[in-house]
């Protein structure tokens, strides 16, 4: 007699109000540094759940702000922590959404990865810095 | 004093091993009524999880198999109940995914949408049959 | 002797300050229906601004909400004014963002059109009634 | 008297009866190890005959694996054998399919290549063991 694998498992979810407090923060600590942002949040599917272009944030930053959120959430893990010798290589096979760029932060709460954070339009610590404004207004794991 | 609302909200993921009962479940009821089909099943984020392409189906099928799958998860409800004034325009401004042809239908499993399968290659109605086949091998809501 | 046309013109943008009020009166609005709605908020030139994804709204009126947004931004009105007869060849001509569904509002302040908003995921008269509650609080034409 | 050359030529397909097979190779053996995985599955003309994500694997290398899979099937060689002074070129120049990441290998049965198998989300090494796997159930040269 077989056993039967179970069909689901239990998850989370960041819910829009989590992800409006995150944003908040992350704005809150851009302009205290004055290093206006691209914030970009994501769900643990890599689908937009929030974002804000801040005042004279570039604007190409937005996509890259995306990638890292789609990069952190899909790795659970920061981004820049991929393997120099690959992340070329693993950036275009992936049709140009993984990436290595610091400002990458998965979301994890009470111990399971809900999505993840990132921002873009400063120099790299800059980026990190402002996402982890937004994880601790979380209480998510920096 | 303000009340936080919750950051996390309780959630549920179908398993590879679902997704694969789903996927065996369709191919042999396909394989039963002789017609070969695309069967695509994503999760709640639209994510493909497990697919199949049978011996003569068609390969644009594949796409719209996709589609069908996504729409589901979207909207929570089989395709083919929109309303047929705005499915072109729906369809158009969603960047194509958003189909109502028949064929796709939400996975909802104790009355959680973990995701939605979709299936095409075959007339309307076939595509509809092998789908509810999945769905049944799931135990999932028809 | 001849007159020089004037090189560059005033021009105005909403700050991310204003996109973030919009956002808010927005969500509160659906709060308060109870329909879970995705809104996107674009600058003049169609780039988003801001966005949110509320729980359980449907995924993909994320990319309807979007096109809804750019589609007033650029033609300076409300959506669901163009001729009927023509909306289907204006959306695929435009390579699908031209939206004629209902939903989408230029923001124009002081009657200068400083963007646009788009909500998607209710019924039509619903997400219209989300994105006037976001043109209030703003103070923008409506 | 001219000989006319033949107009086809004979070939074979892999059915999907043998991706299935292969499939399920490749889940057991990475269950076996502990590493959820992506695993793509190609016919030779680089189109996707069957697909599982498993629990817990990298959401993007869902797409790495399937560019191993169609890189293995185009070159009819397993992946990572690409000069590595041109590989990044040739990634580029091919519209970032034509990867030289480890875990790509053509599936060759009878001496006839009938597809390419790509695996992602673990280590190099952990991404090869899992497609040998799969290429061993189907008794294809490895």
Redesign the interface.
């Known amino acids: 007699m077989t056993e039967q ?17 995150a ?2 923060a992350a ?1 809150a600590r851009a302009e205290e540094m004055g290093v ?1 942002q691209n914030i970009s949040i994501v ?13 004279g944030a570039k ?1 190409l930053s ?1 996509e890259t702000s995306l990638s890292k959120a ?2 952190a ?4 893990q920061p981004t820049s922590r991929l393997d120099p010798a ?1 992340e ?3 950036a ?7 990436t290595n760029l610091e400002g990458g932060f998965p979301i994890i ?2 111990g ?1 990865c ?1 999505g993840g954070i990132g921002v873009g339009s400063g120099k790299g610590s800059e980026d990190v810095d402002v996402a982890k404004a937004a994880l601790a207004a ?2 998510a794991q920096i």
């Open positions: 694998k179970p069909l689901t498992r239990p998850a989370a979810k960041l819910t829009h109000a989590g992800a409006l407090v944003l908040a704005v206006p769900d643990d599917g890599g689908n937009l759940l929030a974002f804000v272009r801040m005042d604007l937005r789609i990069s959430a899909s790795h659970r690959l070329l290589k693993l275009i096979a992936s049709g140009g959404r993984l709460i009470d399971v809900v979380l209480g």
